[in-house]
């Protein structure tokens, strides 16, 4: 299911946690923000074209294994 309108933003959230009337409109902000900010991430990673292997990548930020 995708998340487009308020209404499913909201039963999925309410189907997640207790929800109050109030928590609603920051829950759909949040959403809407995060879908955003995923097709803009999105735009600027060029396609890879293959599968990446994630056992030759690091656990850490530091490089280590």
């Known amino acids: 299911m995708e998340y487009r309108t308020d209404e499913q933003i909201i039963a ?3 189907q997640i946690a207790p929800l109050t009337d109030a928590d609603l409109p920051p829950l759909i902000t949040l ?7 995923c097709r803009l991430m999105e735009s600027l990673m060029p396609e890879i074209g293959c599968e990446i292997d994630v056992t030759k990548m ?4 530091d490089g280590d294994a």
Do not use: A, K, P, T
């Open 12 to 14: 999925r959230g309410r």
């Open 58 to 61: 690091s656990r850490n930020m």
């Open 31 to 37: 959403v809407i923000g995060v879908r955003e900010y």
